[in-house]
């Protein structure tokens, strides 16, 4: 059965893991300036989990859908650590979010590997 596979379980947690981290978000306070991007930012993210969750119930279907959930990872991922590592005032719990976003964006793109075309 397709939803045991290994690229099945890695977009079923990634979608778990991504929703548990970005709901609060709408809770905290929003910046003076740029409250409206930060919400569609978190906005835009939680649709990506559920995109990463249809995924997961037929990798194999869904496969076209893998390079686009690899670059919602990358397209944070990078330039957080980027600016990170040029000393960038971006908070270590962002660079750690980032880490974690980076890795899953290599889970999913091991899972594209490992399914079927």
Do not use: H, N
Request: proline letters at 9%; one cysteine or more.
């Amino acid at each position: 059965m397709a939803s045991s596979s290994f690229p099945a379980r890695m977009f079923r947690w990634a979608a778990i893991y991504g929703v548990i981290v970005l709901l609060p978000l709408y809770l905290t306070p929003l910046p003076p300036v740029g409250g409206e991007v930060f919400l569609g930012f978190v906005g835009l993210a939680l649709v990506f989990q559920t995109v990463f969750w249809i995924i997961a119930t037929d990798p194999v279907r869904y496969r076209a859908l893998m390079p686009a959930a690899i670059a919602e990872k990358l397209i944070f991922a990078v330039p957080c650590l980027t600016l990170f590592a040029q000393g960038y005032p971006v908070s270590r719990p962002v660079a750690v979010f980032s880490v974690i976003d980076l890795l899953l964006g290599l889970g999913f793109f091991i899972a594209w590997r490992r399914t079927a075309s």
